[in-house]
């Protein structure tokens, strides 16, 4: 009778446990789905990265039922923020919308503690968007033409949003193609280095369409190329870098959300599949697109291989660029 009793009281306790257990997960679950996810971005407010995660925070957070925070960590082209993600848990409560500058990091930055390409996992390729050559409003240069010509009189400075950024590589592609001596002056953002387009600090800049907007609406900025292959539709009068005499000239900025890759496969095919989401909705459509951006959406699968392709495409391309880091 004893034993049956011990046996008695040894499974109500296992069924107890079980049943405490399972109220905890449960919690826990709950707890989970609901905790904000912060969103990195390693630009400062106004760039075009930070723009476009403004964006899709919004729709986001609803679709997922999370309220979902913007944290601007700027600097290092990306890799402060980066830095920030990795050492935060690989639940899926910290993403990072990266760039360009991202899948060159590891070439230009030897000492970092984590692989910016290995460590990480992709969800998805947002847009992709060509750069904008832009020049003051009272800059004496009213065309690529006399930008050209100043260059040949005199050494000329351009401002980027930072080591390895698409403005920082379309200069110095303009350098090795014309020839001309350009010294490189690295903000902590786009919209810092704009700014010091319009002020006179810089003579010209490769900013992103969305960057340049607001500065030229008001005539702070001209536009005087694009760096796509063909005619953004939403400054079909400017032409491009090829039409301007630079016949291999062609530079494409991109934009993605990553996490870091240890987080569970299904939580990122749950944020995979609320991106999508967002994507397809016609006003966030419009506002990704409005200034001559592409909209891509591929798979988390794609999305990493073309981080894994990028860098390999860029490795030589730093050699022969003479671009240093940190």
Do not use: C
Request: aromatic residues 6%; hydrophobic residues 40%.
């Amino acid at each position: 009778m004893n034993v049956m009793k011990k046996v008695a009281n040894f499974y109500s306790i296992l069924f107890m446990s079980l049943f405490i257990s399972d109220i905890t997960l449960a919690q826990s679950l709950a707890a989970s789905s609901t905790q904000p996810i912060r969103l990195l971005v390693g630009s400062v407010p106004g760039a075009s990265s930070d723009t476009y995660a403004r964006i899709i925070s919004e729709p986001l957070g609803k679709i997922l039922g999370q309220t979902v925070l913007i944290e601007n960590k700027s600097g290092a082209s990306g890799i402060i923020a980066t830095g920030s993600m990795m050492s935060s848990p690989p639940d899926g409560h910290t993403l990072q919308l990266i760039y360009t500058p991202h899948t060159l990091s590891p070439y230009l930055f030897k000492k970092l503690s984590y692989d910016p390409i290995k460590d990480v996992t992709g969800i998805t390729m947002i847009v992709t968007s060509p750069l904008v050559l832009v020049v003051g409003g009272n800059s004496p240069i009213k065309s690529y033409k006399e930008l050209i010509e100043l260059g040949k009189i005199r050494p000329l400075n351009y401002g980027s949003a930072g080591i390895g950024s698409g403005g920082h590589l379309s200069g110095e592609m303009l350098r090795i193609d014309t020839g001309l001596k350009l010294t490189h002056v690295p903000y902590r953002g786009a919209a810092p280095a704009a700014t010091a387009v319009a002020a006179g600090d810089v003579d010209f800049a490769f900013v992103a369409q969305i960057t340049a907007k607001e500065l030229t609406s008001v005539n702070k900025l001209r536009i005087l190329g694009v760096t796509g292959k063909v005619r953004s539709p939403a400054l079909s009068q400017v032409p491009t870098m090829q039409e301007l005499g630079l016949k291999d000239f062609e530079f494409v900025n991109w934009f993605g959300l990553i996490a870091a890759a240890k987080t569970p496969p299904e939580t990122v095919k749950k944020i995979h599949q609320a991106m999508q989401e967002v994507l397809k909705q016609a006003d966030i459509k419009s506002r990704l697109t409005a200034d001559g951006s592409d909209i891509i959406g591929n798979q988390p699968e794609q999305f990493t291989q073309f981080l894994v392709s990028d860098a390999k495409r860029w490795g030589p391309l730093v050699s022969q660029m003479g671009l240093k880091g940190e």
